[in-house]
């Protein structure tokens, strides 16, 4: 069985603390999710997903509970840590894809690098290396504004890789794009998976594109109400919950073949 | 995050909006134009005024035998004698122990006139001179040779006239050096050959002239010791009051304290005299001052626009931190710490500063260089001018350069401050989300 990555213990978290309109928006997740895991969080929007994954991510800090990201107690670390754990242990990917414009692809990959210290050299090496991963290394001196969506998202994407993050983090990575692009960024996230190993974690409100994942985690009113993985570590097809019954007959046929290829 | 890549990010963001980073940087290349302009012009004044001041004998003291008290009233019934005044013997024994030291101020041995060959009279003074005399007296020689230590110490029967004596006294285009003129001594009858060993031009603005050109009086100078030996036929002179020179490659200080000690030696027995010596240093530094003191006191003025021009970096920087929120957002996502982003905007109105900083210091220079050329060629319009002060050389104050440049930055420091520290306080998850 694969390490532990993300341990989550009665997360709660409150806004406006103190105040009339005092705001809870977790009501106490408990979600353990191991390495090599690909995993959808959907839920309806004020459902809490977005909450959740910024306190995944490192943005924000429960108010109760704790979160231990590869051992490390997220809850009780300053800003400064906080920052670091962003810049090492998560990849970021956005719906909006939020690249830098001033900067080229190249520039952009290169940055969260820039921000561990790495060397010039190297990360130009690493950045470049990054973006023949994901198909976009002609391209690498374009500006954002001179890529296309998909081709912005893959950008994204590599800089999401750049410091060989734990998880990568996306939130509605193909939401702004056209179904076609958006399978073709999919896609990359399934090779990641696949070929690197990687952790993935996607937030999304489509179950379709959480049915092509390992495990479904369903967020509701700040509550987990379902989760797939808690039935079974690796997917075999039987034990999928889903929100709805075209969801579960997608993932079903996910699990088929992939039963097939194995 | 080293220095470098900020600088590059700063630099490229400044670039991105090129108008409104040259808009905002308009109040510093003023601040520093104006500051720049009016410390070139106080450092030019003041090398203008000091060369013209050396060039009348900048290294000039006077020795003077004054009442010891200071009091008026004191001094009022003290009796100035004879023997109260400074010989020359002692002023030579001074001469001759500090060979640095040199009388200044010769009085003419005689006066009178020359007739030429074609029985013309030329007015003239004899004068004792050294060879350190014609820089006192703002002249230089234009042919020939001045008169040397050698003439002086073997009493050598030579000369040097100026030129406005040349044009009186020979025919045109008569080679003067060589030719030897006679002047006699009309108390004793005895007459005396001096040749010509050069020509000096004769300084009337210094010097003075009276009547115009064609019977103007100027001075021939002949060996000092030459004529200490006319002098000497009245007595021995004394005077209440010298002028000294000293050598200008001899520290001023030094030899003030030389000559001062070397007075108050010799008036130590004397009740009611001391030796006052006072230099023109004394007086050079009194002017230094005073132009220091405008210029620093203009040159702050001047810079009050440099906080107008800081509080528009400012604003700027508070609309750009506003406009790049998502950006700041993402950069806190992609793992910049707060000192980072702290530490990029800061450097961003930094670099703002030091760019409009360097542009105002160019046109600073630019300004002074032009004030010269204006100024030279009024200069130049006036021949009088012209004599005395030559060609004037701008001189920018590095001084002043070195601290606006670093002034300048330090606004951007400090105006890019607060803008700085608001995009680094600011929520990632708002930032993020911010349209």
């Known amino acids: 069985m694969a390490r532990k990555l993300i341990t989550m213990r009665n997360i709660i978290k409150r806004y406006y603390i103190g105040q009339p309109n005092e705001l809870q928006i977790l009501n106490g997740i408990d979600l353990d999710i191991h390495e090599g895991e690909f995993v959808a969080i959907v839920g309806a929007s004020g459902s809490g997903k977005s909450t959740l994954m910024n306190m995944i991510g490192a943005l924000d800090k429960p108010t109760e509970g704790s979160y231990f990201l590869n051992d490390t107690d997220v809850s009780r670390l300053n800003d400064k840590q906080l920052s670091e754990i962003r810049n090492k242990e998560i990849g970021f990917v956005f719906q909006t894809f939020n690249l830098i414009p001033r900067a080229n692809a190249l520039k952009n990959v290169e940055l969260p690098m820039l921000y561990a210290g790495m060397k010039k050299r190297e990360r130009q090496e690493r950045a470049l290396e990054l973006l023949k991963l994901v198909d976009m290394q002609d391209r690498y001196t374009h500006k954002p504004n001179e890529l296309s969506g998909g081709q912005k998202q893959r950008v994204a994407i590599a800089r999401a890789m750049a410091n060989d993050p734990s998880i990568i983090l996306a939130d509605e990575p193909t939401g702004a794009l056209d179904s076609k692009t958006g399978h073709m960024v999919m896609d990359i996230f399934h090779r990641l998976h696949d070929e690197e190993g990687k952790t993935i974690v996607l937030i999304t409100h489509s179950p379709e594109l959480a049915a092509e994942t390992e495990r479904i985690i369903t967020i509701s009113d700040g509550s987990i109400i379902s989760d797939t993985g808690k039935k079974k570590e690796k997917v075999s097809g039987e034990f999928i919950v889903s929100t709805s019954e075209h969801d579960l007959k997608d993932a079903l046929i996910k699990a088929e073949s992939e039963v097939k290829e194995d | ?435």
């Open chain 2, 1 to 435: 995050m080293n220095l470098w890549e900020n600088l590059k990010m700063a630099l490229s963001s400044i670039f991105a909006n090129k108008l409104r980073s040259l808009l905002t940087m308009i109040g510093i290349i003023i601040g520093i134009c104006a500051v720049i302009t009016i410390t070139t012009l106080g450092t030019t004044l003041r090398s203008t005024i000091t060369t013209t001041l050396n060039s009348l004998g900048s290294n000039l003291m006077s020795a003077s035998a004054t009442p010891r008290s200071e009091s008026y009233y004191d001094s009022a019934d003290i009796e100035w004698t004879y023997d109260d005044q400074i010989p020359y013997s002692m002023v030579e024994e001074l001469m001759e122990k500090h060979p640095e030291i040199r009388v200044a101020d010769e009085n003419p041995v005689g006066g009178g006139y020359l007739k030429n060959s074609l029985d013309k009279q030329v007015n003239i003074n004899l004068v004792g001179a050294y060879n350190g005399t014609l820089d006192q007296n703002g002249s230089r020689i234009l042919a020939g040779r001045n008169i040397s230590m050698q003439d002086v110490s073997d009493k050598k029967y030579t000369c040097i006239v100026s030129s406005i004596f040349v044009r009186q006294y020979f025919k045109n285009n008569e080679d003067p050096i060589g030719q030897t003129i006679k002047i006699t001594n009309n108390d004793n009858g005895l007459a005396y050959e001096f040749t010509i060993v050069g020509v000096f031009n004769y300084n009337s603005l210094i010097n003075g002239m009276l009547g115009n050109e064609e019977n103007a009086t100027t001075p021939i100078y002949i060996p000092n010791s030459i004529a200490r030996e006319f002098q000497q036929q009245y007595g021995e002179e004394r005077a209440f009051y010298w002028v000294l020179s000293y050598d200008p490659k001899t520290d001023g200080k030094a030899a003030k304290k030389i000559v001062r000690e070397f007075f108050d030696a010799k008036y130590a027995a004397n009740k009611n005299f001391k030796v006052a010596i006072y230099s023109n240093q004394d007086t050079m530094k009194i002017i230094d001052v005073v132009i220091n003191v405008i210029t620093v006191f203009v040159a702050v003025i001047a810079s009050i626009s440099l906080i107008v021009g800081g509080v528009g970096v400012m604003n700027i920087m508070l609309v750009s931190v506003t406009e790049r929120t998502r950006e700041i957002g993402i950069r806190k996502a992609l793992g910049a710490k707060k000192s980072t982003i702290k530490l990029q905007f800061v450097t961003e109105a930094m670099i703002m500063c030091l760019i409009g900083g360097l542009i105002g210091l160019a046109l600073g220079l630019f300004n002074g260089f032009l004030a010269g050329v204006i100024a030279n060629l009024i200069v130049s319009n006036i021949p009088t001018a012209k004599q005395v002060l030559g060609t004037i050389t701008m001189v920018p104050s590095p001084l002043a350069i070195v601290i606006s440049i670093i002034f300048s930055m330090l606004t951007g420091v400090f105006f890019g401050y607060y803008p700085a520290s608001k995009a680094a306080k600011m929520n990632p998850i708002d930032a993020l989300r911010y349209d």
